[in-house]
């Protein structure tokens, strides 16, 4: 019964040093970046992918005006974006004009920095006449934003005035790319959290054991009730004889010994033996 009991306490204490010393657990069990097929095989780039994981299933959408026309983009990682089968970026000219894929996640490439990822989709549809009428290509930079878990999609620009190598530039803010922090307390702190931690252990664990298990009422339920007083007292007296400057022990020996009628009554004798002078 009293193992049950400290048992919990105790199990809370040890979940919550473990979140200060390694700070969030793992906070994503879907795979859904596995979705993305990699240009080539790469475990680096496998890895850059994985830090995506918290964008996937979502479409990122944006507008942009180009002249008369009005193009939205929608972006998904490792996903159909705009429900399009294979493309990792679409185009759609609103007013229910022509889809083209601007890149697809069949042929992705993940590139990561310090505090940002490049995703690559290639193998888009062709350009009609524009750069050698090659394969459109999508450019997406994740940037680290400790704000935003997801920010917004934006269009940086769309180079297509070259004979090749064309592309689509996207650029979307958020804290998946993030470096992780270092645990910010210091060593001081988490020792005194842990103090406390255990603190809190042994007062429940041993409440519980004494009110469940011994039978204890009132104040008697905290554990060790008359060490704890007995250690009060002690500490008391130790204040009283460092802190106190005047006081019974600091009188005259002189004193002590003539004096042995009760306390209250020494200031008016000290009065009686002055006055005749
Ligand atoms: C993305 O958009 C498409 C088309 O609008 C839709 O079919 C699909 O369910 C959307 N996906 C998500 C995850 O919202």
């Not at 959408?61 to 159909?80: E, L, M, R």
């Not at 090659?134 to 935003?148: G, L, P, T, Y």
């Not at 269009?155 to 530039?169: G, T």
Request: hydrophobic share 35%; net charge negative; with cysteine.
């Amino acid at each position: 019964m009293a193992h049950l009991n400290t048992a919990i306490p105790t199990l809370a204490c040890f979940l919550v040093i473990r979140l200060l010393l390694f700070g969030r657990g793992v906070q994503t069990t879907s795979d859904n970046t596995k979705n993305c097929k990699l240009f080539s095989e790469s475990k680096t780039e496998r890895k850059v992918l994985t830090l995506l994981e918290p964008l996937t299933g979502k479409n990122f959408s944006v507008d942009t005006q180009d002249g008369q026309d009005t193009y939205s983009y929608i972006f998904q990682v490792c996903g159909d974006a705009g429900g399009s089968k294979g493309a990792g970026v679409i185009q759609k000219k609103k007013d229910g004009g022509k889809e083209s894929v601007v890149g697809r996640y069949t042929a992705t490439q993940a590139i990561g920095g310090s505090d940002w990822v490049m995703l690559i989709y290639r193998n888009g549809s062709h350009y009609d006449s524009h750069c050698s009428a090659e394969q459109r290509k999508a450019i997406i930079m994740i940037s680290c934003n400790r704000k935003v878990q997801m920010g917004d999609l934006s269009v940086v620009l769309e180079d297509r005035e070259r004979e090749h190598d064309c592309f689509y530039l996207f650029e979307l803010d958020s804290s998946a790319v993030c470096p992780a922090l270092s645990s910010q307390l210091s060593a001081g702190s988490i020792i005194l959290i842990i103090g406390v931690c255990l603190l809190a252990v042994y007062l429940i664990g041993g409440f519980l054991y004494q009110r469940l298990v011994v039978g204890a009422k009132g104040m008697d339920q905290f554990p060790n009730y008359a060490f704890w007083l007995e250690v009060g007292n002690l500490t008391a007296d130790g204040c009283d004889f460092v802190c106190r400057s005047r006081g019974n022990r600091e009188q005259p020996p002189t004193y002590r010994g003539v004096a042995t009628e009760p306390l209250e009554e020494e200031p008016e004798e000290r009065d009686d033996h002055l006055l005749p002078m």
